[in-house]
């Protein structure tokens, strides 16, 4: 019992100030201590991580579990017959547990979690972590048993939480009476659908709203999430004849919520998606001359201003989502309002779900508001008791805990991304199958940007009768899309965030704590149809204490210089008098014209220079674009465009089974050969798929991503066009592939590192510590000079996709940014 006290203080105390910083902050300190664990372990003197010498036998299980670790190691270097080395699970089956085999498991799973680390950045971590809980089990002997009863499972581990407050419903009445919904039944699909459309909040107001648009030029519109804002005002806009003027284009700041709404609205309309509803997003546009409602992401419509400065085929423009406050939005907010003074025909809408509208009117020169109130059922708001270090488990744990304790209703889960969202549905997956038949059919949905639609368009499927469906979402369930049906809310508190220091110029996506306005959001995701319940995975106190207010505008914590080059080539020049809502820190306006100035898209005098017109009419960062510019003069544009059409897919072009680990990552370093470098080896990626003419068998073999490669053609496809625009000539030059790097080097020359004597990696203008990603080729070759694609911080400041340069090069490529050292 003292054992087990002491085991609980220790956590509590450990975890206690975990939530008291940032994840950041947090990550340091566990790679911390996970450093001295190491050393400890190393040196052979092993600590407690509290200080406490080792016991006898402990110290005895520590040498046992290094030499069993050692050996693994040591027979897996054959690692084709990993499989016949596998231990077998250590518990009996009348759940007793053999120490000495359960050790061996748990070593065994370390060295996996250790390999698996290579792809995943998290790994690292949950392999530490699980490490640690498997020393706390031995050491405590807390669980000797598998618990007998699977119910007991669920409740063993479980989360305790207490319920807080209770978010008011206000106005709420049911959607729908049962006589209503039985009518339904009988009515064909498209009589059902305006049915729906009739009942959404929005509706009672259709008439009042379509006034005001006729009256104003310019109106702010604030309604709640889920009332049909997105959906709605445009058809009520077609509806209305505004469609014979010109399109009404709808921005979003999301390519699943562009896709996923037009769609739903051209289902409404009853017409074919791409035909009189369309939506365009980067890369993809799926319109035609018929479109009339144009659904975009904010982002596209900045493009289309480029070559339509007025927005002349337009009649009205929606900026959607205005709170949100991307900063393609807050872009096209100074632009937008800049022509609704020289076109009194074009109508201007900015729709938000938010209630600070007065901000959005004062900088329309107060345009009217016209709000109105949504339907919205009350939410039990609950905090854990105690800060959860691992929110990925907390929330597994909380799902399967709702879904075996509470009423039917769907389950809404907030992840930070694709990586988090595909782990947690393979561990949910895990333990639903444990549990076996005793639980009710779960139904896991995920939903994130890489998704394909067919797959997004599953989270919208009515679940069936008896069953629960389970939502694992980015923050694009948090406003943008709304799922019907969604009782229970768990919100683990976190948000993937660019994030950028202007000091440095570095820019890095961060896991980063929500704002009290997004926790507000996503807990009002559970009271759309019936009232609901939120399970916070943080402490009230956390949430009084440790939360801002508001998520800061992207415009304030990123690079600037992809903006600036539009904004140039839109011939706005003064860009400090730029007619921000929330201007940018002047740092990082300077840090954007110093950049384009040292890619050489601007001259001395701030003016774009021919190379910066044509890296302009790339939908890229400026440094991808310059890089293939740049490719023009080393002949290898052919190749070139190839890998940034690879760059821009992100990360997801292998996978790796877990029963078939090994041969993935002998399928992966086949195209590493040599040595070549990340990009050269994404180049030669897509080459062998070529040259396979694109064959889907070969992805399978070669554990690809076949819809990543399709996607990566497709980029590559409407690269090469560009390309003809700006006339730059397809050539190629694979016998010389130091041209390709060159061409890279031209384009990444500010994201240069050196090997630094322990290993790691000094980044060149700015120092600062990095390291190369495990995933990365040349992990273990450590070159002395790299240049790197980007940065991604998880438990290190990690380079993702790295290759070898020539120092002489960041001379001969970038003579105004580098100078020899006398
Ligand atoms: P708002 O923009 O005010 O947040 P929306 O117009 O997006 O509201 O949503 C209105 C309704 O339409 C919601 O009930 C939502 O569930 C439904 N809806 C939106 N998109 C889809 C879709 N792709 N499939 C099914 N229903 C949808
Ligand atoms: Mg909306």
């Not at 001295?36 to 040498?63: A, Q, V």
């Not at 104003?216 to 004849?241: M, N, R």
């Not at 995920?446 to 923050?475: C, D, H, M, W």
């Amino acid at each position: 019992e003292e054992a087990v006290r002491r085991a609980n203080a220790l956590e509590k105390d450990d975890l206690y100030s975990l939530r008291k910083v940032s994840r950041q902050e947090y990550l340091k300190k566990r790679e911390q201590k996970k450093l001295d664990e190491l050393k400890d372990e190393i040196e052979d003197e092993p600590y407690l991580f509290g200080g406490e010498k080792l016991t006898e036998t402990e110290l005895r299980e520590f040498r046992y579990k290094k030499e069993l670790y050692d050996l693994v190691k040591k027979r897996t270097q054959d690692e084709d017959n990993v499989e016949e080395y596998r231990i077998p699970d250590a518990y009996d089956q009348d759940g007793g547990v053999d120490q000495e085999k359960r050790f061996a498991v748990a070593v065994q799973r370390y060295r996996d979690l250790d390999a698996t680390e290579k792809m995943n950045p998290f790994a690292e971590q949950e392999a530490w972590e699980d490490h640690q809980i498997g020393k706390a089990t031995l050491k405590f002997g807390a669980k000797n048993k598998r618990a007998s009863d699977d119910y007991q499972f669920v409740f063993e581990d479980q989360i305790s939480f207490i319920k807080e407050s209770v978010m008011a419903g206000e106005n709420y009445e049911d959607v729908m009476d049962a006589k209503q919904s039985q009518d339904l039944a009988e009515k064909t699909a498209l009589e059902e659908l305006q049915e729906v459309r009739r009942s959404l909040p929005i509706y009672g107001y259709r008439e009042q709203l379509l006034q005001a648009v006729e009256e104003h030029q310019v109106l702010v519109i604030v309604g709640d999430t889920g009332s049909g804002k997105t959906t709605q005002i445009p058809q009520y806009l077609h509806e209305a004849g505004y469609t014979k003027r010109g399109k009404v284009g709808c921005t979003q700041p999301r390519r699943v919520a562009a896709m996923s709404v037009a769609a739903r609205v051209a289902q409404e309309m009853g017409v074919k998606l791409g035909h009189e509803v369309g939506y365009s997003i980067r890369f993809e546009d799926c319109t035609s001359d018929k479109t009339v409602l144009k659904y975009m992401t904010d982002g596209m419509l900045l493009r289309e201003l480029l070559g339509e400065p007025d927005l002349a085929s337009y009649s009205v423009v929606i900026v959607d989502e205005a709170h949100e406050r991307t900063l393609s939005t807050d872009i096209l907010f100074g632009l937008v309002k800049d022509i609704a003074r020289f076109r009194p025909d074009l109508k201007l809408l900015i729709s938000s779900a938010t209630m600070d509208a007065e901000k959005f009117s004062d900088y329309f020169d107060t345009a009217p508001i016209f709000s109105f109130p949504g339907r919205r059922y009350p939410v039990e708001i609950n905090y854990t008791t105690a800060p959860e270090a691992d929110y990925m488990d907390a929330a597994i744990v909380t799902v399967l805990t709702i879904h075996v304790r509470e009423p039917l209703g769907d389950i809404l889960v907030f992840f930070t991304g694709q990586e988090e969202i595909e782990s947690a549905e393979e561990n949910l997956k895990q333990r639903i199958r444990g549990l076996g038949t005793k639980i009710r059919e779960l139904i896991i949905c995920p939903i994130y940007a890489n998704l394909p639609s067919e797959l997004q368009a599953k989270i919208f499927e009515p679940t069936p009768e008896g069953a629960r469906k389970v939502v694992l979402a980015t923050n694009i369930a948090e406003t943008s899309l709304t799922i019907d049906g969604i009782k229970y809310v768990v919100d683990p508190g976190f948000s993937k965030m660019k994030s950028y220091n202007p000091r440095t110029g570095m820019e890095s996506l961060l896991i980063t704590p929500i704002s009290k306005a997004s926790a507000t959001q996503r807990a009002g995701r559970a009271g759309r149809t019936s009232a609901g319940k939120c399970y916070r995975l943080y402490t009230a106190f956390n949430y009084n204490n440790d939360l801002e207010e508001n998520t800061v505008p992207e415009v304030q914590r990123t690079n600037l210089a992809s903006v600036v080059l539009s904004l140039k080539s839109l011939g706005i020049h003064d860009l400090i008098n730029f007619d921000f809502m929330d201007p940018p820190p002047a740092e990082a306006l300077v840090k954007a014209l110093e950049l384009l100035f040292a890619l050489g898209a601007l001259n001395k005098l701030g003016e774009l220079t021919k190379a910066g017109r044509r890296m302009a009419e790339f939908p890229l960062d400026p440094m991808l674009s310059k890089m293939i510019v740049v490719s023009d003069k080393y002949k290898c544009s052919d190749e070139v465009i190839s890998i940034a059409a690879m760059l821009s897919v992100g990360g997801s072009i292998f996978y790796r089974p877990k029963d078939k680990q090994v041969h993935a990552d002998n399928a992966r370093m086949n195209f590493h050969t040599g040595n070549v470098g990340d990009h050269i080896a994404l180049l030669k990626v897509y080459s062998s798929w070529k040259e396979t003419n694109y064959s889907t068998q070969w992805c399978y073999e070669n554990y690809i991503q076949v819809r990543s490669m399709k996607r990566a053609r497709d980029v590559r496809d409407q690269l090469e066009g560009l390309l003809e625009r700006v006339e730059i000539e397809i050539s190629s030059n694979l016998n010389e592939l130091d041209s390709v790097r060159k061409s890279i080097v031209a384009g990444f020359f500010p994201h240069t590192a050196k090997l630094q004597k322990n290993g790691s990696y000094r980044t060149v203008k700015h120092p600062q510590t990095v390291h190369i990603h495990p995933n990365s080729g040349l992990s273990q070759v450590l070159p002395r000079w790299v240049v790197y694609h980007e940065l991604v911080l998880t438990s290190k400041e990690y380079m993702r996709q790295v290759t070898e340069l020539k120092p002489e090069w960041l001379i001969e490529l970038a003579p105004h940014y580098y100078q020899q050292k006398d």
